[in-house]
């Protein structure tokens, strides 16, 4: 009897491991059926390998969900045009982009070049090296909303594909197959099953969930479809719409690489890993990868500033150098959802929240913990410990947000802020933005005389004279045009 369940149980284990591979092998093979019709749909397997240099020009309307000065919609809308350029047999990307909107200023290049690799600022007139350039990961966001080239990495990497199935979009049916590009998460694409065009492509990415990319419009450029429009979607939320004014292919790209010999070149970008800095008895700069948190000790607690990504990471670089206190209070600055994505750990942590009252619902919407305790700042909280006083003041209205809480230091003349007026350096101060002038006068309107200004985003710490500058370079740039 023992010997007929053993055998059923062996035949039953091969039956679900054969129908597995049968699975497996079924999604490969039905992959590399699609993408040789997807192939010959987009010009062929030579034309393809021969693309080699792709020039765009495009204007673009981002709307900016979740980013804009309200917590809700309507959405602020911002424009800007560029030019994006890529050469993949020198491994060369450049990538041009302007405002066009009242709100914001800025003008940027950055030139991925091997060696010579530089990130330019026409309105500061520096450029500063790029110490370790990465071709790939800085040209991934142009080929993920350039379908060609899309179609163009699925050949090469047709090993990684697989086929997941069939889905409706816009009244047809496509083909989804997901594969993996040489960088980032992997990625599904759906191809119109009559026409074989990409019109539709989505990934998950961490903490920013569903992105999607919808494709209008296709365009024969040399023989190969490009497409003339192109969204964005977050979370099903329309973040962006571009339209492609002229497509370019296999010409020399020389000329985009020419830095003008008359910027002043500024400090290298280099990494920025993740790093704890006391700026103060017991007050700390903790962050790297563009994002940072400021740690004030208490007599019996600690309260944390700001809430961008990497927060447990923070939280533990703090808990090396002051174990024994618990994180009481965590101030979020503003509604932004890179700024509100640490409530989750703070919550974990049985933090209460500082936050704005306008912002209170986007937080609470935000974590999954619904005991989550946040108490709001009207216009000023402070908090005593001793011969410390930290004062939490909302500075808003500003360019960049309503409400917008600042910490602030009064005896050590030390305030934390966030996306206002921050930099990798400080040695060549670039004109003030609309946001970062509007800061300024926020600051003097609250008789806030801040020493040193330290950044949600900004590994060194700027000083007032830092922002005076900034501002009167930002009133003569105005006045010579």
């Known amino acids: 009897m023992k010997k007929q369940f053993y055998t059923l149980m062996a035949m039953l284990v091969f039956n679900i491991t054969a129908n597995s591979q049968n699975l497996t092998q079924q999604s490969v093979d039905k992959a590399g059926t699609v993408i040789d019709k997807v192939i010959e749909a987009y010009g062929g397997s030579d034309k393809l390998n021969n693309l080699n240099t792709v020039s765009v020009e495009f204007e673009t309307t981002n709307y900016a969900v979740n980013q804009s000065r309200k917590p809700g919609p309507p959405w602020d809308e911002n424009k800007t045009k560029g030019l994006t350029v890529i050469d993949f047999e020198k491994q060369q990307f450049i990538a041009k982009v302007e405002s066009l909107t009242a709100t914001q200023e800025f003008k940027n290049t950055t030139i991925i070049n091997g060696d010579n690799s530089q990130q330019i600022d026409y309105r500061a007139q520096t450029t500063a090296p790029i110490a370790e350039p990465d071709f790939m990961n800085t040209a991934g966001p142009f080929i993920r909303v350039t379908p060609a080239l899309l179609v163009k990495q699925l050949m090469q990497r047709a090993h990684t594909a697989h086929y997941l199935g069939q889905s409706e979009v816009d009244g047809s049916m496509h083909d989804v197959i997901s594969f993996v590009m040489e960088v980032g998460p992997s990625i599904s694409l759906y191809f119109d099953q009559k026409s074989h065009m990409l019109n539709k ?25 490009f497409n003339q429009r192109f969204e964005l979607f977050v979370n099903g939320q329309n973040n962006m719409l571009r339209n492609n004014k002229k497509t370019i292919l296999n010409l020399p790209i020389a000329a985009h690489t020419t830095v003008n010999n008359k910027l002043t070149i500024a400090a290298p970008i280099e990494p920025d890993p993740l790093s704890r800095q006391k700026i103060s008895e017991g007050v700390y700069h903790i962050g790297g990868n563009g994002t940072y948190a400021m740690f004030i000790e208490m007599d019996d607690h ?60 986007v937080i609470s919407d935000s974590t999954e913990n619904k005991t989550l305790k946040i108490e709001t700042v009207k216009t000023r ?50 004109p003030a933005s609309p946001a970062a ?40 740039l105005t006045n010579k045009s």
């Open 381 to 430: 909280r402070k908090f005593n410990s001793g011969d410390r006083e930290l004062q939490i003041i909302d500075i808003g209205p500003t360019e960049h947000t309503e409400h917008l809480l600042i910490a602030y230091l009064p005896k050590e003349g030390i305030m934390f802020e966030a996306d206002h007026f921050g930099a990798r350096s400080f040695e060549h101060i670039a």
């Open 201 to 225: 492509s989505e990934r998950v990415v961490g903490a920013f969930g569903m992105v999607g990319y919808r494709f209008h419009d296709y365009q024969q450029v040399d023989g190969i479809p």
């Open 437 to 476: 002038r509007s800061f300024a006068k926020s600051l003097k309107r609250n008789n806030i005389k801040a020493k040193s200004i330290f950044s949600a985003h900004s590994p060194v710490a700027a000083s007032a004279d830092n922002l005076k500058t900034a501002v009167e370079k930002a009133k003569n």
């Open 302 to 361: 600690v309260v944390a500033v700001g809430g961008t990504a990497g927060i447990p990471e923070r939280i533990a670089l703090l808990k090396e150098v002051v174990p024994n206190k618990p994180i009481k209070y965590g101030v979020l600055t503003h509604h932004h959802n890179d700024h509100i994505v640490g409530a989750q750990a703070y919550a974990d942590e049985g933090t209460v929240v500082i936050a704005a009252a306008a912002h209170e619902k």
